[in-house]
């Protein structure tokens, strides 16, 4: 396993309890310290704003097929806290708003909603006066919107620890900085070239989020995988205002409250990179705009204090679908790839790049064959 991100601890967790394989993890760094542990825990299961307005229907539709993934993700959080006996993962599913203020945005919800349905997800358009009536806490001159019950959140700091610990009663072994370098053939196994040693494995699968690209490149695969600096911001606590995922029909947000009373704002505004250190750093220019978002959607985020923005690295791909199966020409090497909404997914497609890896799933099984290396979307 290379990465200790949710991916690689979830992929550790399946491999070691269903599979009893031999599981060693390697991790560059600490746990859970990249995405996953710096996301911000929201469920989606609707098609995202951004990409819908910028990249059209055709997309969305090409898009679609990625939705059963979300929505499979949301269902298997509904069994992490009892399966890995950990309630700190603070899963819920009030629904998710997306709110409208201009009849044209209203009008691409109706589209966009449309698009969902076709894929079975619970989608209701609501009019103003329902939107109202189910968020009292919106923004008066909201006309309507979309409500997704299913989805909501949970708590990004816990939920790879949670998988590793599992893990490791499983007995899987992790390793943390140490740094995977290269990866030959050896026979029917793999030679993978750590900063620390050698490690002969029969099977790799990569879970190396953003840097998944280069881990494939070693093979001589270019996956066309992206890395993009973006950034969340967290308020002061407040008392409980805001139950569900609460989204902006204009441009990017999202917003929720947390359990401890945080009201959590992102929706993958860009950030910088550091000119001299080359780590994301939080932009100006998008905090602004992120936080008028905000207010726009939810007017008592103005009465908050801000308490700390960060930045990230997030996992893309040009048009948002995932990949996940064995690398071509590299038998016995996967990947588990979700991007831009990793957190959600990362539960189900874990197992089932799991499953594939230890061989009690079909590569041609219809709900991932479409996002193998190399299929055409
Ligand atoms: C700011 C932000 C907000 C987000 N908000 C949400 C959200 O609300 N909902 C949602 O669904 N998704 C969200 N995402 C996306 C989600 O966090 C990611 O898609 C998901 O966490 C990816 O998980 P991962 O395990 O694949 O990658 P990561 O968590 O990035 O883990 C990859 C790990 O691989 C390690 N690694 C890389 N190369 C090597 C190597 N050569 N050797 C050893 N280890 C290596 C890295 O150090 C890292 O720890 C957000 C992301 C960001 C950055």
Known sequence: MIGGGLAGCAVAYHL???????????????????????????????????????????????????????????????????????????????GGLMVARRPAELAMLRRKSAIERQQGLEVRLLDRGELLALAPYLAPDSIGGTYCPIEGKANPLMAAFAFARAAQRHGARILGRTRTIGMTRDGDAWLVATDAGVVRARRVVNCAGAAAGEVASWLGLDLAVEAHPIQVTVTERVAPLVPHLVYSAADRLSLKQTAQGSVIIGGGWPARLHPVTGLPVVSEESLIPNLRLAIAAVPAVARMRVVRSWAAIVNGTQDWRPILGELPGAAGVFLCFFPWMGFTAGPHVARVIAELALGRRRADDPEIAGFAPGALA
């Open 16 to 94: 070691a309890r269903d599979g009893g394989a031999d599981v060693l993890l390697l991790e560059r760094g600490e746990l859970n310290a990249a995405a996953s542990g710096n996301n911000s825990g929201s469920f989606h299961a609707q098609i995202p704003v951004e990409p819908f307005l910028n990249q059209g229907e055709g997309w969305a539709r090409r898009f679609a097929p990625t939705l059963h993934l979300m929505m499979a993700g949301i269902a298997r959080w509904m069994e992490l806290p009892a399966e890995l006996a950990a309630p700190e993962l603070e899963v819920t599913a009030k």
